[in-house]
């Protein structure tokens, strides 16, 4: 479940957005709250609604910016639109706007249920309503509302990680901050930030007893190294820029890197690619990561980057015949009936964004661990 506060605007632009989705189709209007006398009216426009709010929001000329206009998405569609408008006007409630006079919007334009909220940030009386800290407090409260313990979830997803056969500290790291945590070593411990707070703590020495117990699995190297050079060649396996499709049909290229090979990969087998780049440069390496075995594999293990993105490069798999071949591994991937975990994984987390910091108060060069 997601939450996010757009920015503050002096007019109801909002208004015309949300309304203009519904005359296409696009949305459905799901609640009217608190607009008083325009229930009188046998036909209410958008401009009434628009007019309305710029004339409560005139009790405090103080308030620049008071349209407040926020969203609430639900990714896995666990939430219909009428579950999800109800947990968004509880949201609101929460976040002090249960007295204001506030539409509901629900829009089906992406690929992920959505209601967006508009209101004004000036109550009845001409206060403003409380703005402290609200990005934060609208995690919260949408958590709480989901009966989310963030301590105890973040517990678990460290243990999560920590099943994972890593070789290298930064690899355990790359699983945590796949799940969205923001991670500070200090005093031998790894420190989980989220929700703008920190929410638990792993001791350096358990993640090295972890990474002491790896064990290399060639073996199972070799096998994807087959189904790579089986579908490099179907899918193309050239790293370009992510793409976020945005409301309205828009679409922004993001910082982190993707390939349709990789998509392959993550859909059919749940193996992700993690292409590791650094700035406007290309991707300098990769990560593997199979979540059917639980094991994080440096991309160079498997294959070399440059040739994994070369579609008219074969690798050797090193297997005789009669051995595991593309076949035979193919099969194997997709008949296993493991439990296994998948975090959505940042695509643009490299071992630099990691180490840096600490690299150059030491003086020392930068490496790739991964």
């Known amino acids: 479940m997601i939450v996010k506060i757009f920015r503050a ?14 005359a296409k189709g696009q949305a459905t209007l799901m609640k009217v709250s608190g607009f008083g006398a325009l229930r009188q009216l046998r036909e209410v426009r958008p401009e009434d609604y628009r007019n309305y709010l710029e004339a409560l929001s005139g009790l405090n000329r103080n308030v620049r910016l008071p ?18 408008a109800k947990l968004a006007g509880q949201w609101l409630d929460q976040m002090g706007y249960k007295d204001q006079p506030y539409l509901l919007v629900h829009h089906r334009d992406t690929d992920q249920s959505h209601v967006h909220m508009v209101t004004t940030r000036v109550d009845r009386q001409g206060k403003k309503i ?31 990680a920590l099943q994972y056969q890593c070789s290298t500290k930064a690899q355990v790291l790359l699983l945590l901050e796949g799940m969205g945590y923001q991670i500070h070593e200090k005093e031998g411990q790894f420190l989980l930030y989220k929700y703008g707070r920190q929410l638990f703590a792993v001791s350096g020495k358990r993640v090295e007893e972890r990474l002491a117990a790896f064990m290399p699995d060639k073996r199972q190297a070799i096998q994807w190294k087959a189904i790579f050079n089986k579908y490099k060649a179907v899918y193309n396996p050239v790293p370009e ?56 594999f440096k991309g160079s293990e498997i294959i070399k980057l440059a040739i994994l993105a070369s579609p008219d490069t074969e690798v050797s798999t090193g297997l005789s015949p009669d051995r595991t071949t593309g076949e035979a591994a193919d099969h194997h991937a997709k008949n296993s009936h493991l439990t296994y975990f998948r975090p959505y994984l940042t695509n643009d987390v490299d071992d630099q964004q990691i180490h840096g910091p600490r690299r150059r108060r030491q003086k020392k060069a930068r490496t790739n661990t991964r």
């Open 241 to 296: 820029r992510a793409t976020l499709h945005l409301p309205g049909g828009r679409t922004s290229q993001t910082g982190t890197y993707r390939s349709d090979l990789g998509d392959f990969l993550r859909n059919e087998f749940g193996i992700e690619l993690i292409y590791h780049a650094s700035g406007d440069k290309p991707p300098y390496g990769y990560t593997v990561i199979d979540h059917l075995q639980q094991r994080v």
């Open 130 to 160: 409380d703005s402290a800290f609200e990005h934060k407090r609208a995690v919260n409260q949408l958590n709480r509302l989901l009966q989310m313990d963030e301590a105890h979830q973040a517990q678990l997803d460290a243990g999560k």
């Open 67 to 84: 349209q407040f206009h926020a969203m609430i998405s639900a990714p896995d569609h666990s939430f219909d639109k009428d579950k999800l």
């Open 9 to 22: 605007a002096a007019t109801f632009k909002a208004i015309t957005y949300n309304f203009d989705k519904i």
